[in-house]
């Protein structure tokens, strides 16, 4: 069975930076897609950044890029969100998922990815 736990959120002041953890578990991730998605409320789930785990091949949201990396451990099994020069705008909470399969592509689509953690908030205050 897949698991996912995400870790790390918390309350930091803008400007600030926290780092996410994802530690996955119960398959072979060797092959597969990795990502990071928020939620605000009374907003739609929206990407944030991915991961191919092999390769290393890597895509963001327009709104992180050059602020957020993202980056995997193969021997830990887990998937790291650093995030710096955070913005109250980035106060969510925020979810890691696994596209399972062989050469899958790197999407953006919530609905496009099988499993899910239970969520970490993060609280950037102003």
């Known amino acids: 069975q897949v698991q996912l736990v995400e870790s790390g959120g918390g309350l930091v002041q803008a400007g600030g930076s926290l780092r996410l953890s994802c530690a996955a578990s119960?398959?072979?991730?060797?092959?597969?897609?990795m990502g990071w998605f928020r939620q605000a409320p009374g907003k739609e789930r929206e990407f944030v950044a991915g991961i191919r785990w092999s390769g290393g091949t890597t895509r963001y949201a327009d709104s992180v890029k050059g602020r957020f990396t993202i980056s995997r451990d193969n021997a830990k099994m887990t998937v790291y969100l650093q995030m710096n020069s955070l913005k109250p705008e980035d106060t969510a909470v925020y979810y890691c998922?696994?596209?399972?399969?062989?050469?899958?592509?790197?999407?953006?689509?919530?609905?496009?990815?099988?499993?899910w953690g239970q969520g970490t908030q993060v609280t950037v205050s102003s």
């Open positions: 119960g398959h072979t991730f060797s092959s597969y897609v």
């Open positions: 998922a696994t596209r399972l399969g062989v050469g899958r592509v790197l999407t953006t689509t919530p609905s496009g990815y099988d499993y």
